[in-house]
């Protein structure tokens, strides 16, 4: 079903579709198959019975809420954003803005405890084995989603794509969002908390306090409200890396969050990075003469260079076609 909203741009829809719900505990290679499918239609799925103890998120979910809570000086010890630590409406380097504020934090277990310090000098560990433990956790689930992945395409190493991020000096990273709730009273509301783009490492995790806001972008000018329902789900996304090594087969998809008009939101992202010198590439399994190599070969520190040069919205991946020229719809 397609909704024309009268609160939002005259040329923007909403589609009301919902993406797929699957079940980790489910027969493995049928969970692979579906994973599969998902990337492929959608880039976007939810997972459920996926293994996170409920208090490892709840606790990082409660140190979240504490460090929104806080004083904005207090907040802004932690800043500012350039990249990493406290930024407040400015998003990344160039420019862009959002009703947002937000934390982000580089995930190797000194680079935490180092951060912690600036965001609680009361009690540092409490927030620092908060975060510890919750991204040991979604490194896990990321890494057997990769897993999975992989032995869907048919690959005969089942490790491909997550030995990538496995590495302790892997470049991921964990980002609380803090969304206030937005006062236009339209519904839905058309303030836009965080922009649409992409995201360019190789996987994200997604979780949300049960606040509506995710939408995700299928054809042009049409938006898919991502609900966060069933409330113990991950809602799983593909990057721009993934959608270089499956050479265009999987969607690293247009997302954005809009405010919602009865309550804040938070969201709490992981994005499974590979390290600064890892080279990036399609895997050969998916290369025939029919299927080339759509991207030229990047290292990540490169492809993250080029992302922090953009804006938000630009599409990154089109700087590093290995035919620039070529009709895109002709590969
Ligand atoms: C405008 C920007 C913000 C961003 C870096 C960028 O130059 C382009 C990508 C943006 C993004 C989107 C996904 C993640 O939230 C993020 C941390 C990332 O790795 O790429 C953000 C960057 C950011 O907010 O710093
Ligand atoms: O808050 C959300 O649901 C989306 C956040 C997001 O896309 C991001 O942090 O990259
Ligand atoms: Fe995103």
């Not at 510890?132 to 896990?140: F, I, L």
Request: proline share 7%; hydrophobic share 35%; net charge neutral.
């Amino acid at each position: 079903m397609v909704v024309a909203s009268p609160n939002l741009s005259k040329t923007e829809k909403i589609r009301d579709i919902e993406i797929p719900i699957i079940d980790l505990l489910a027969d493995r290679s049928e969970v692979s198959k579906l994973i599969v499918q998902a990337c492929e239609e959608f880039g976007f799925f939810k997972v459920i019975n996926h293994g996170i103890p409920h208090d490892v998120i709840t606790r990082m979910e409660q140190q979240g809420y504490e460090f929104f809570a806080k004083p904005e000086s207090v907040k802004q010890q932690a800043g500012p954003a350039n990249p990493y630590g406290y930024g407040s409406k400015n998003i990344g380097l160039k420019g862009d803005i959002g009703e947002v504020e937000y934390l982000i934090l580089q995930t190797n277990p000194l680079s935490i405890d180092h951060k912690s310090k600036t965001i609680s000098s009361t009690d540092p560990n409490k927030f620092s084995s908060a975060v510890r433990r919750y991204v040991e956790a979604v490194k896990k689930l990321a890494c057997e989603i990769l897993d999975l992945m992989a032995a869907g395409l048919g690959a005969l190493d089942p490790s491909v794509l997550s030995r990538l991020i496995r590495d302790v000096e892997s470049d991921s990273l964990l980002r609380l969002n803090h969304y206030p709730k937005a006062d236009d009273g339209a519904t839905p509301p058309s303030s836009i908390g965080f922009g649409e783009h992409t995201d360019p490492q190789i996987l994200t995790l997604l979780r949300s306090n049960g606040v509506d806001g995710l939408q995700i972008s299928l054809d042009d000018g049409v938006w898919v409200p991502v609900n966060p329902h069933p409330v113990s789900a991950f809602c799983i996304n593909v990057g721009d890396m993934l959608q270089v090594m499956t050479n265009g087969r999987f969607l690293s998809v247009r997302h954005r969050a809009m405010l919602n008009s009865y309550k804040s939101r938070m969201s709490m992202a992981y994005f499974a990075a590979p390290t600064l010198d890892a080279r990036i590439s399609s895997l050969p399994l998916l290369l025939t003469p029919q299927k080339p190599p759509l991207y030229r070969s990047f290292t990540w520190a490169e492809y993250k260079k080029a992302a922090y040069s953009l804006r938000l919205g630009d599409s990154r991946l089109n700087h590093f076609k290995a035919r620039p020229d070529a009709d895109e719809n002709s590969t």
